[in-house]
Nanobody, 128 residues
Framework: QVQLVESGGGLVQAGGSLRLSCVAS????????MGWFRQAPGKEREFVAA???????NYSDSVKGRFTISRDNAKNTVYLQMNSLKFEDTAVYYC??????????????????????WGQGTQVTVSS
């Protein structure tokens, strides 16, 4: 069982920045595909970004060019740097892990059902 713990959420003005972190338990973090999803009130949980074990990334169109996902395998941590935040980025942000050992050139999935483990989420609120 993998445990994921997010941090870094908070209240920020539109145009500002935040960096989310997600620390994973276990010894096989480096082999996981890691993703970030978000859920706004009354809406479905949606894909934000993901990164493969080889460093390939995938972003939703709504955050491309503003958000950057990265990972530090030595620290079992995945990050989400969020710049130029907008009011519509307000949501609970969840970290997720795909435990399947994919090829090194695998493009990480945007599908929720591809991910096996989930964190509890961290709230991001952007004031307009």
């Amino acid at each position: 069982q993998v445990q994921l713990v997010e941090s870094g959420g908070g209240l920020v003005q539109a145009g500002g920045s935040l960096r989310l972190s997600c620390v994973a338990s276990g010894r096989t973090f480096s082999s996981y595909v890691m993703g970030w999803f978000r859920q706004a009130p009354g809406k479905e949980r949606e894909f934000v970004a993901a990164i493969s074990r080889g460093g390939s990334t995938n972003y939703s169109d709504s955050v491309k060019g503003r958000f950057t996902i990265s990972r530090d395998n030595a620290k079992n941590t995945v990050y989400l740097q969020m710049n130029s935040l907008k009011f519509e980025d307000t949501a609970v942000y969840y970290c997720a892990a795909d435990r399947i050992f994919h090829s090194s050139n695998y493009v990480p999935s945007s599908r929720r059902d591809q991910y096996d483990y989930w964190g509890q989420g961290t709230q991001v609120t952007v004031s307009s």
